[in-house]
């Protein structure tokens, strides 16, 4: 097996999993924190104790605060970066080298969307390529799938999509997945539907995390409407994504689409339907005014509740495309404060 040297911008919980399943598959990766203590804690006891505490890494991954040096003579680099903070984050090592010369492979675990103050959200591998080389153009690669980092940590079996307009390049990230630790990966040419999918369940998410807290107590919610919210959920996410240009219906009905959407609604792992369920069981949207409070304020919060920031976005999506969301629409109601949960949840059944 050909050995690599793969890089990961950001060492997040999912970042750190990854890179340690592809280090236990016999490659040589280097995370970079900016957290001195998330490097310390990596390099001298295998472990990210701020990110992703309990879990014992590959003793090979090693973790540096020199973002330059991370990236530089890596065949592959992968970004992690939250989505707000992928352009300034690139432009710190847009210098080295092989990124220069377009040589590394680069790829994104980031999910959500990017805001664009003339137009429609930015996707991220958009948002990229615009801070990358112009040899970047159409050859970056989305990372993505039903891949809860905990479980990745553990060496579970976990699918993953690598998803390129550039063939190639999808297919060697695809190879290099297949060879971590617990991992088994597929190629794809949709890149758009596989950003939607990543960033729009997990809105739907969180719905499901509301209405599964209110099932405990109201008589109008159950497993059977868990289950009709799926289905009408991943028919969304299918609209969404042809409505923004997606080209294959297989993306939605692949593991980037209902097997995310599956794991990210019921899993305990799971932020977004954590989320869903403290609206519910703890009043958490009395902290916040609105909408844009909540996302100008989500520390707050004490975890990155991914759907609430991304609502906005498709929010916006449907205002410019006007199509119909009734379930991600309901949602942005709920965070903006204009009706609670219950009677929106109640408004959505009837409608």
Not at 18 to 37: P, Q, S
Not at 241 to 262: C, E, K, N, P, R
């Amino acid at each position: 097996m050909e050995i690599f040297n793969v890089g990961i911008i950001g060492a997040g919980a999912w970042g750190t999993a990854l890179g340690t399943a592809i280090a236990a598959g016999g490659h040589n990766v280097e995370l970079w924190a900016m957290e001195e203590d998330v490097v310390e804690s990596i390099n001298k006891e295998h472990e990210n104790k701020r990110y992703l505490p309990g879990f014992k890494l590959a003793p090979s991954m090693t973790c540096t605060s020199d973002i330059k040096q991370a990236a530089t003579g890596k065949q592959f680099l992968i970004m992690g970066s939250p989505s707000l903070y992928l352009a300034s984050t690139i432009s710190k090592f847009v210098d080295v080298p092989n990124i220069a010369d377009g040589s590394t492979i680069i790829g994104a675990l980031t999910k959500g969307f990017v805001p664009n103050n003339s137009g429609l959200p930015k996707f991220v591998l958009e948002t990229m390529e615009e801070a990358l080389p112009a040899s970047y153009k159409d050859s970056t690669v989305y990372i993505a799938g039903p891949s809860h980092a905990e479980e990745v940590a553990m060496g579970k079996i976990t699918g993953l999509i690598s998803a390129s307009q550039h063939h190639r390049n999808a297919v060697k990230m695809r190879d290099l997945l297949r060879s971590a630790k617990g991992i088994m990966a597929y190629a794809s040419f949709d890149t758009i539907g596989v950003q939607i999918c990543a960033a729009a369940k997990n809105v739907i998410a969180v719905v499901y995390g509301a209405m599964d807290a209110l099932a405990e107590t109201s008589e109008l919610f159950g497993d059977n409407t868990e289950s009709l919210l799926m289905a009408a959920g991943l028919n969304e996410i299918q609209t969404l994504g042809f409505a923004m240009g997606a080209t294959h219906a297989a993306t939605f009905t692949s593991i980037s689409g209902v097997g995310d959407l599956d794991v990210t609604c019921k899993s305990k792992y799971g932020r977004n339907r954590r989320f869903g369920q403290d609206i519910i069981k703890t009043d958490m949207l009395s902290k916040f005014k609105d909408l844009d409070d909540l996302i100008a304020n989500v520390k707050k919060v004490g975890y990155l509740p991914e759907g609430a920031i991304a609502c906005k976005y498709v929010h916006e999506i449907v205002q410019q495309k006007k199509i119909k969301l009734p379930i991600c629409e309901i949602l942005y109601k709920v965070l903006n404060k204009e009706c609670t949960a219950e009677e929106c949840l109640r408004e959505l059944v009837n409608c």
